[in-house]
Nanobody
């Protein structure tokens, strides 16, 4: 399975973006599709994720209430909708799969996509 992240770009403070993460292969119902981000000089951090089968979502504290993650089973694609973006959201955003289910730990994830840059201007 290969994951392809897209949808990043430049947006003003308060704006919105919708990212996509498309899988080249089947995603199993027990898998948890996660999004992480890495800002310059900082470690990669968990943002949000969704359990593929039942659609249960989980969000990092910094994005709760602003980001919403969904999935399209027919397209094997996950969509984080990012609203009320702030300069602190500027980072490269990555998607990956946890075959262990829900996890916020980077080492539990595999099949990392190449990342997509999100830049929020003040």
């Amino acid at each position: 399975v290969q994951l392809q992240a897209s949808g990043g770009g430049l947006v003003q403070t308060g704006g919105s973006l919708r990212l996509s993460c498309a899988s080249s292969g089947r995603i199993y119902s027990s898998h948890f599709m996660g999004w992480f981000r890495q800002a310059p000089g900082r470690e990669r951090a968990f943002v949000a994720g969704i359990r593929w089968g039942v659609g249960t979502t989980y969000y990092g504290d910094s994005v709760k209430g602003r980001f919403t993650i969904s999935r399209d089973g027919a397209k094997n694609t996950v969509y984080p909708q990012m609203n009320s973006l702030q300069p602190d959201d500027t980072a490269v955003y990555y998607c990956a799969v946890s075959k262990r289910g829900l996890s916020t730990v980077e080492s539990d994830y595999s099949n990392w996509g190449q990342g997509t840059q999100v830049t929020v201007s003040s």
